[in-house]
T-cell receptor, first 111, second 115 residues
Framework: GESVGLHLPTLSVQEGDNSIINCAYS??????FIWYKQESGKGPQFIID?????DKRQGQRVTVLLNKTVKHLSLQIAATQPGDSAVYFC??????????FGPGTRLSVLP | DAGVIQSPRHEVTEMGQEVTLRCKPI?????LFWYRQTMMRGLELLIY????????DSGMPEDRFSAKMPNASFSTLKIQPSEPRDSAVYFC?????????????FGDGTRLSIL
């Protein structure tokens, strides 16, 4: 079946640096994408979303980039802070209500 | 604003016992989802409801699992009898149905341990 993100990488960044978390998706028909943040002991928290008719969307300190040509999604976090340490999931949706979640990327912020 | 509320937060029980997990979705949301999260398999969709009606239960692993949504503000996920391999974190999420491309909002989950 279709899948999003086949690996669970770990990314370590220095506090204050920018972080880039990547996600590969396999369903070219997917039209809506979300990034979630999951802290220990909590549920996934919505960060930012993007529709397939866009290639970039910005939020507060976060930017999502969508490259439909290579089926790639990325989350950029500016000036990474200790509170950004978490597991980040990308999720894709294809005109339905079912999201396919990737395995996640663990972000560790070093002091 | 109140988010998705799940109870209990933690459950430890012996195998063979019945387990009931509870969820209150965000008020006004008419779609509700149950997920299971494990290290090995990540987040898996078990079942979802639209307007209290089960739409897709293909993710429910076995007949030991059942879910109900008697009204718009409450849902249960039941496991009977429970087995050690059911140990996981179970999440409930809700969203607006009918509007395309709406994010799901998650509760903080129930951590289930079957001994």
């Amino acid at each position: 079946g279709e899948s999003v993100g086949l690996h669970l990488p770990t990314l370590s960044v220095q506090e204050g640096d920018n972080s880039i978390i990547n996600c590969a998706y396999s369903n070219s028909a997917s039209d809506y994408f979300i990034w979630y943040k999951q802290e220990s002991g909590k549920g996934p928290q919505f960060i930012i979303d993007i529709r397939s008719n866009m290639d970039k969307r910005q939020g507060q300190r976060v930017t999502v980039l969508l490259n439909k040509t290579v089926k790639h999604l990325s989350l950029q976090i500016a000036a990474t802070q200790p509170g950004d340490s978490a597991v980040y999931f990308c999720a894709e949706n294809n005109y339905g209500q079912n999201f396919v979640f990737g395995p996640g990327t663990r972000l560790s912020v070093l002091p | 604003d109140a988010g998705v509320i799940q109870s209990p937060r933690h459950e430890v029980t012996e195998m063979g016992q019945e387990v009931t997990l509870r969820c209150k979705p965000i008020s006004g949301h008419n779609s509700l989802f149950w997920y299971r999260q494990t290290m090995m398999r990540g987040l898996e969709l078990l079942i979802y409801f639209n307007n209290n009606v089960p739409i897709d239960d293909s993710g429910m692993p076995e007949d030991r699992f059942s879910a109900k949504m008697p009204n718009a503000s409450f849902s249960t996920l039941k496991i009977q009898p429970s087995e050690p391999r059911d140990s996981a974190v179970y999440f409930c999420a809700s969203s607006l149905q009918g509007a395309s491309n709406q994010p799901q909002h998650f509760g903080d989950g129930t951590r289930l341990s079957i001994l």
